[in-house]
């Protein structure tokens, strides 16, 4: 009898920071070092002060990532123009330009 046996994936290891590339991108006109596979929320969260990452809509208050998992919506920016996007799903990429969304329902 014969078994199909798939093969194993590569074993899960997480690089040292300093042996991982960094990725530049644009944040407000400044440029942020990312590590190359790092979600846009992580890197604001290392470089932005957590309480003013976005307004919510009706009462415009400071919001910031929660769920880091995509539930909760509270880590909207705009990257490259585009309003509303989930920082927490979206990894770096080199040039990127990324804003917070200050102002209730829309971007800087
Ligand atoms: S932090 Fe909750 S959706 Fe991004």
Not at 37 to 43: D, F, I, K, R, W
Not at 69 to 96: E, H, R, S, Y
Request: proline share 9%; glycine share 8%; charged share 20%.
């Amino acid at each position: 009898m014969t078994q199909n046996i798939a093969p194993s994936p590569p074993p899960l290891f997480r690089l040292p920071p300093d042996r991982r590339p960094d990725v530049p991108v644009l944040f407000e006109g400044q440029t942020l070092l990312a590590l190359k596979g790092e979600t846009v929320a992580s890197l604001l969260l290392r470089h932005v002060d957590a309480g003013a990452f976005r307004r919510e809509e009706r009462r415009g208050e400071a919001r910031a990532p929660l769920c880091l998992m995509g539930v909760c919506f509270d880590c909207l920016v705009t990257i490259d123009g585009q309003d509303n996007q989930q920082a927490c799903l979206i990894a770096v990429k080199p040039g990127m330009r990324i804003a917070r969304q200050l102002t209730a329902g829309g971007a800087l």
